[in-house]
């Protein structure tokens, strides 16, 4: 059952077929930097970003809860250069600073 409206081929079957299964849209404003990142990890992970968005709202529906990982994984910079400072402190440990108290760290950053 096939026709044509204003150049395009309708498809009755295909039709009802699709709105039994449709899905809604979901308008979420994120930031673009961050929703590329996290499509080129689901593309890694060869799945599409939708497939895990929707897994996550699965989970929240089922536990009524959600959880903000408290430990987050550091720039790689970031991790290099803890890395070095670490390797310094433990060939010459007396370079480093040591304060009793906080007031005098503070007095001690001010000086710098």
């Known amino acids: 059952m096939s026709g044509t409206r204003g150049g395009w081929v309708i498809d009755k079957d295909i039709t009802v077929v699709y709105t039994i299964d449709m899905k809604t849209i979901l308008n979420v404003k994120v930031d673009k930097e961050e929703k590329e990142k996290a499509k080129q990890i689901a593309l ?33 910079e970031v991790e290099k250069e803890l890395i070095r400072m670490s390797k310094e402190y433990h060939k010459n440990p007396k370079s480093a600073y040591s304060f009793n108290s906080a007031t005098e760290a503070i007095k001690f950053l001010r000086k710098k």
């Open 44 to 76: 890694q992970m060869g799945v599409p970003l939708s497939t895990i968005i929707n897994a996550h709202l699965r989970e929240f529906i089922r536990t009524r809860e959600f959880s903000v990982r408290l430990d987050p994984v550091l720039k790689p």
